[in-house]
Nanobody, 119 residues
Framework: QVQLVESGGGLVQAGGSLRLSCAAS????????MAWYRQAPGKQRELVAT???????NYADSVKGRFTISRDNAKNTVYLQMNSLKAEDTAVYYC?????????????WGQGTQVTVSS
């Protein structure tokens, strides 16, 4: 069916940068909105950023001005550029996409990628 695979996570020092990628594969017509979520230990999963098919982006207040979401429709991939990273950004980051198929819209999750920011 449709699979989302995140990559780019790792260990980075506070103030550093990291770029996450999430590629969609499978059979589908198109992808509408895409999003990044994160979940820190002991906390609920939270929305980080969204981007529409037309490229309109929205961000959580906690990352506004530091993170940038973008997409490459030719590669069916969404990115999250993370700058000025803080320890509180440490979490597992998940991507989500609204995938359009003949039967309707399917919204799978990726498996997640760990981001650890050291002070």
């Amino acid at each position: 069916q449709v699979q989302l695979v995140e990559s780019g996570g790792g260990l980075v020092q506070a103030g550093g940068s990291l770029r996450l990628s999430c590629a969609a594969s499978g059979v589908f017509f198109s992808i509408n909105a895409m999003a990044w979520y994160r979940q820190a230990p002991g906390k609920q999963r939270e929305l980080v950023a969204t981007i529409t098919s037309g490229g309109t982006a929205n961000y959580a207040d906690s990352v506004k001005g530091r993170f940038t979401i973008s997409r490459d429709n030719a590669k069916n991939t969404v990115y999250l550029q993370m700058n000025s990273l803080k320890a509180e950004d440490t979490a597992v980051y998940y991507c989500k996409a609204d995938v359009v198929r003949y039967s309707g819209i399917y919204s799978p999750w990726g498996q997640g990628t760990q981001v650890t920011v050291s002070s």
